[in-house]
């Protein structure tokens, strides 16, 4: 399946926050990014509570690794 086009280069509600992200997660869905739960406002997670969408990626270079939130496993 393809992936959508990353959305921003950065989580957009870190900067509005402020705040500077851990790690950054590419929605599958929809290609919104986000931080990790390391980061303060955990705004990947935020993502899906919000939409429903289920399956993101790490956006880290040299990382592939997908993550499912509704299973709360690596796919």
Do not use: N
């Amino acid at each position: 399946m393809p992936e959508p086009e990353p959305r921003y280069d950065t989580c957009p509600e870190c900067l509005s926050a402020d705040s500077h992200p851990v790690q950054l997660r590419l929605c599958l869905s929809c290609g919104h990014i986000g931080c990790c739960d390391s980061s303060p406002f955990q705004h990947a997670t935020e993502h899906f509570k919000e939409t429903g969408h289920p399956v993101m990626r790490s956006f880290e270079p040299g990382e592939a690794w997908r993550w499912c939130y509704v299973d709360q496993m690596i796919v």
